[in-house]
């Protein structure tokens, strides 16, 4: 597709509950980031692939979060257990390249709240 | 670890110049980007800067010296519609050229 693409755009669930967040990156960018993003404040590093592999997972703040990407373009964020506190907007991203330059192209975001 | 820090909040009035500070402590250094974020939407990017010096692109300006861990974003000739949050963000080489973003400084540009 044209950009970086996120579904749902809003899920609401209850807290104890299962979600999937879906990812579908730029055609041909290798390099994909899950963010998440609270009201006013930036994003906060989730989970990097660089391909397949987890390049850089030590933003995932606890064993409740989950992120796959099995064939290197589309990935999902899973979240087990939801809590209140993992209300937040849960941003995509992904780059053509990683060295010098490389911007990052975001999606519009996956709004997930918990009751 | 890093350390991006950014103020939360600014005013300016149309038509005026604005700065935006950006310090940074990181594990390594491989470039800084700013980006822009309407509230509700995704970011856009802005501008990168890798080497010391100033980048220009039209009404928007970033600065970078890497030996004092510092830049700004200068943005000219300010309209309404640059009201939006400003991101700073640090590439880091030694966490696999990871991407680190700031707190963001919301910009609100008033008549």
């Known amino acids: 597709g044209a950009g970086v693409s996120q579904t749902p755009s809003n899920k609401v669930t209850e807290k104890g509950k299962y979600v999937e967040l879906r990812c579908d990156p730029i055609?041909?960018?290798?390099?994909l980031y899950w963010y998440r993003q609270s009201l006013g404040q930036g994003p906060e590093f989730l989970i990097y692939?660089?391909?397949?592999?987890?390049?850089?997972d030590s933003g995932l703040p606890n064993d409740r979060f989950f992120a796959v990407r099995p064939e290197g373009s589309v990935s999902t964020l899973k979240i087990q257990r939801t809590e209140r506190g993992d209300s937040a907007v849960y941003l995509c991203?992904?780059?053509?390249?990683?060295?010098?330059?490389?911007?990052?192209?975001f999606g519009e975001g996956s709004r997930l709240t918990v009751l | 670890g890093q350390n991006i820090d950014q103020p939360t909040e600014m005013t300016a009035t149309e038509g005026a110049i604005v700065q935006i500070n950006c310090t940074y402590q990181?594990?390594?250094?491989?470039?800084l980007f700013w980006y822009q974020q309407h509230a509700g939407e995704a970011p856009t990017f802005l501008s990168y800067?890798?080497?010391?010096g100033l980048e220009e692109k039209g009404r928007f300006s970033s600065f970078l010296s890497r030996s004092k861990g510092y830049s700004y974003l200068l943005l000219k000739e300010l309209q309404m519609k640059d009201s939006a949050s400003y991101l700073c963000?640090?590439?880091?080489?030694?966490?696999?050229?990871?991407?680190?973003f700031g707190t963001g400084t919301r910009l609100t540009v008033i008549p």
């Open positions: 991203a992904s780059s053509y390249r990683t060295g010098a330059g490389g911007e990052l192209f």
């Open positions: 055609s041909g960018h290798t390099a």
């Open positions: 692939f660089q391909g397949t592999g987890a390049a850089d």
């Open positions: 990181t594990s390594g250094f491989n470039g």
């Open positions: 800067n890798v080497l010391d």
């Open positions: 963000a640090v590439r880091d080489p030694r966490r696999a050229n990871n991407l680190f």
